[in-house]
Structures are given as C-alpha cells and as structure tokens.
C-alpha cells in the first residue's frame, strides 16, 4: 500500500478514533486519544491489509509548553511493507496509558524505559520495573525537558553564547 | 573421628530419590562471555536454565537525553559511542536521519565512500563476532585469525581518518576528508584476501562436530517469535525471513550494488553464525563494486554550521552489523534535535533472550549469547 492509501484505508477503518497528522517524510502519522489506543492497535495488529506485526520503535516525547507529555509509536508490517506513526498525548501529571505489549512483545522493554525515563504509567504492563536507571534512583524523571540534575548544564542555542 | 561401636551410624542414601531445590545463579555483570557489563539472573533447576532475566543499563549514559542538548553536527561523536565495535555503521545511521529530515542531496561520491566505509566495518564487526563466538565456545585459533584480519581494516581505517576504534569519519551531507592515495589499490587487495580466510574460518568452524554439537538446534528462535520482539538482523535472517534493509528499504547507494541476502532454515546458534558468515563475503562483494564503480567529484554537500532542519519528525533506519539501527527525531527548527529516540537493535535482540536460552543448559546460554552478538552500550545508549 502506498503512504496515501494507507491513511485513506485508516481513516476509513478507524473513524473517529484516529486524528491525521502531517506526514513529514512519507510516512503517515496519527494522533489517537489514550482511551482509543487499545481498540487501534488491536485493529491496526488484526487487520489483515493493515497487519501491522512490528514495532521497530518506541518513545516518550515530553512538550512542557502546551502542558503535554506523549508517547511515540512507529509502527511495521512486514506482511505488507509500510510504516505508520502513531502518537498518543496526555496532560503531564499522572500520564498514564495502556500497554501494547499485548500485540507487541517488543514494547515490553520500550515501555519500561519510557515510564521510568518520563514518568509514563504503562497501565496493565506485565513487568513494570525499572529498566535502565539504577534502583534506588529518586531524582525524577530525567527525559522530562524540564528535568535538573546536578551536574546538567543546558547549552546555550548555537550563535547566542556569551 | 573415632566411632564408638555403640553409636548408631546413618547408612548412606544410595539409591533413594534426592530432593532437588531450584536456585539462582547470577551471571555478571562482569562475565567474560557477556563482552560488557550485563548481568543476567538465572533460575535453574540442576544445570537446566528455567527462566532468565536480564538486568541492563550499567553503562547507561543517557545519551538520548545529551542529543537534545547538542547541535546535530556535534552529536556526531556520540553516535560513535553507541556502537564502538561498528561506529562507521552508527554514524551512518544519523547522517541518513539527518539527511532525510532536512532533504539534504549528498554527493554520489560521498554515498560511494559511505557503503565502503560501512560494509568495511560490516566485516569487522563480524570478524569481532566471530572471534569472541568461538573463544567462548572454546576454539582459540579463529579468535588470533579473526583479529588478524580486523587489524588490516582498521588500519584501513586508521589511514582514511586517523583513528582506530571511534572513526567519526562521517559528517552530515557527506564525509569529512577524502580517501588517501593507495587505499582504493590496499582495500581491493584486502578484499582478495578476505574470500580465502572466511573459507579457512569455515574449514575450522563450520562442520566442525564439537562446533557443531554446541551450536546445531541450540537457542532455537522460531520467526513470529523474533518478529514480535522486533528481533532484526542477523538473528531474523537466521530465522529465516529473507529481509534486509540495504535492499528492501535501500538508502545510500545501496540499490546500485548486486549481493544476496542470506538466511537460516531452523534460527538456531549455526544458524545466526553462517549467515554472518555469508555476510561477510557478501560485504566484500559490495566494497569491490564501490571501488570500481566510485565516482570523481565532491564529498560532501554544503551544510552551514549553524544548520537548522526544518519543523517535523523523522523516522529513518540503516542495516547495521548487529541489525536495524534506527533514529526517530523529532525537529522544532533550532540547531538542536527536539527529541531523538535511538533505536537500537542489541536492545531488542537482547529482549528475545529468556525465550531462546529456557530450557537449554546454562553452558548453551553462553553460545546463544554470543550468537545474537550485543553490544551493551548500544542496549543502555
């Protein structure tokens, strides 16, 4: 399928769950809302022209500006060969959605690095440990952009050093 | 000890049936056949593993977190950092990103350099594969052979850019300085002389029966198993899934050279070795190709130093040596990335181990281990 035909098909397939987003280099991208995302990635998993069966990538994204903080899916099919990006937005306190994991064993460690790195709750995770910090690791959540550390510094932007 | 005749004495248990009791071994972090610091924890019933769970992020240097506070120029060196053993291939996989955000047109001899620069590194990752692979299963000599033949690519790469671990040889639209006089004419003498050593690692390894009996059904990874953990490389062709990036998704120069993608039948340890193998001299055949073919001109395009990509997000991936590397970055249209999440393939890889090792014996956990060839500081970042 081509990028458009996948977005038609989508948008046909899904309506009302799904919120188009511009598609910057070829790929189409989604919004979803954290309550639909279970019910459109078991579509998106199931559909047999859909069949999407892999999930390459996984990421928080962190916008503090518009009180926001989401989760970044990128999406494959290997049956069908085309990508998909979903994104799903939540307010920064409490964000908490549903695991994928359930369609993808993939997510299982995406989502334990996601939560622990931006404070995301992966609601019905199978192991929701920490993955990546060290245990009794207690200073927030440092992928939030407006995480302090004691040792960070940010850079100035390019051309505006003193 | 003296015994009084008159104290009882227990008999031995001879043939009675012994109570057995599971336990947990911890393996690591610092374990010779892990070739980093992971520490996996294992639960085992006598020597049978019953369950494995891995523990990461010792070297984790949060480097996702570093990216959002450089410049893109200036997170080159960090890419190197993430796969040392294949940095050639890591800096590839940022520049394709780059690139494909801000549709930057890089010249055709730049690409030309890039994929001889990759597949060259290609080979020496999987030479360092193959080495540690067959110590760890015992067999010294491939080890001494295999770093022989890593020496004259790194000197290769040694006299291109000056360095021989974390070469930064790559640079957005391009690459930094162009190839020195003699190393078209030293690298196609290599390539000659690789064919002949990947048949002698052959002679010794492949039908070997103590190789053989240690690999041949072992860490079997069936396919919809690795495509659901998202498994790529190496362990999905050996799987069997005739997949790969450089020619199903080709970027670089890729769709211009001729090669084969090999594949497994059973996705066991033998299987995930010969295709690395066989990639090997596959790879050989694509730097050939790009030396005869390698055009004159410029190497590299005209990037400003305070560059600014567009407003959007990228979702880019490269065929590394250990599998997809991938970078998804997200712009707002200053010097520095917004966001960039690094998607590695060991970190994935890693995860489909407790499903390949349960059920063998803990000494096959160290030839399953070795076969899906991770890297830990790519599985931290």
């Given at each position: 399928m081509t990028p458009e035909e996948l977005t038609s098909k989508i948008k046909t397939t899904l309506p009302d769950k799904v919120e188009e987003l511009p598609a910057v280099t070829g790929i189409p991208a989604f919004k979803v809302r954290p309550e639909h995302l279970e019910e459109v990635c078991r579509i998106l998993f199931s559909d047999p022209d859909l069949h999407f069966d892999n999930l390459p990538c996984l990421g928080g994204i962190d916008y503090p500006e518009t009180n926001e903080i989401g989760v970044v899916y990128c999406l494959f099919s290997f049956a069908r060969r085309h990508h998909l990006n979903l994104r799903v937005m939540m307010p920064r306190e409490n964000p908490e959605v549903i695991t994928v994991s359930e369609f993808w064993l993939a997510a299982d460690w995406f989502e334990r690095e996601t939560a622990e790195l931006f404070g995301i709750k992966f609601k019905d995770h199978p192991d929701p440990r920490p993955l990546l910090l060290i245990e009794e690791w207690d200073e927030g959540y440092p992928m939030r952009k407006d995480w302090e550390g004691k040792d960070f510094i940010r850079m100035p932007e390019v051309g505006q050093e003193k | 000890m003296v015994v009084n005749p008159s104290d009882r004495v227990e008999p031995a248990s001879g043939g009675r049936e012994l109570e057995t009791q599971e336990f947990v071994v911890n393996m690591g972090p610092q374990h010779p056949s892990t070739h980093g610091v992971c520490r996996l924890i294992l639960t085992m019933d006598g020597e049978v593993l019953k369950k494995i769970v891995p523990d990461i992020?010792?070297?984790?240097?949060s480097i996702e977190k570093i990216a959002e506070n450089r410049t893109y120029h200036q997170f080159m060196i960090y890419t190197d950092r993430i796969d040392y053993v294949a940095s050639m291939n890591a800096n590839h996989a940022w520049c394709v990103a780059v690139e494909k955000l801000a549709a930057i047109e890089v010249p055709e001899r730049a690409e030309y350099l890039r994929v001889i620069m990759a597949e060259l590194n290609r080979i020496a990752s999987h030479l360092v594969f193959l080495a540690s692979f067959s110590i760890d299963l015992g067999a010294v000599t491939p080890f001494l052979y295999a770093f022989r033949e890593r020496e004259r690519i790194v000197d290769l790469f040694e006299m291109t850019?000056?360095?021989?671990?974390?070469?930064?040889?790559?640079?957005?639209?391009?690459?930094s300085r162009d190839v020195p006089k003699g190393f078209v004419s030293e690298t196609k003498k290599f390539c000659k002389y690789l064919y002949p050593r990947v048949d002698e690692y052959e002679a010794i390894l492949t039908e070997n029966p103590i190789f053989l009996g240690r690999t041949k059904g072992i860490g079997i990874l069936d396919l919809p198993t690795a495509i659901g953990y998202s498994v790529s490389g190496p362990p999905l062709r050996g799987s069997g899934l005739k997949w790969d990036i450089r020619k199903d998704e080709p970027y670089s120069a890729y769709e211009k050279f001729d090669f084969d993608i090999p594949t497994g039948l059973n996705g066991d340890t033998w299987d995930r070795y010969k295709v690395r193998i066989e990639e090997m001299r596959q790879s050989a055949r694509i730097v050939e190709q790009a030396l005869d073919g390698l055009p004159e001109g410029e190497i590299k395009a005209k990037i400003p130093a305070r560059f600014r990509p567009p407003e959007g997000e990228v979702f880019a991936r490269i065929e590394a040596p250990r599998g997809e590397m991938a970078y998804f970055i997200v712009s707002d249209?200053?010097?520095?990335?917004y966001r960039v999440k690094i998607r590695t393939a060991s970190f994935c890889n890693l995860q489909a181990l407790p499903v390949m090792g349960e059920g063998f014996k803990i000494a096959d956990l160290v030839a399953i281990f070795g076969s899906l060839d991770i890297i830990l500081p790519e599985v931290d970042r």
């Open positions: - | 992020g010792f070297l984790h240097r850019c000056g360095q021989r671990l974390t070469y930064n040889y790559m640079r957005i639209g391009g690459v249209g200053s010097t520095k990335p």
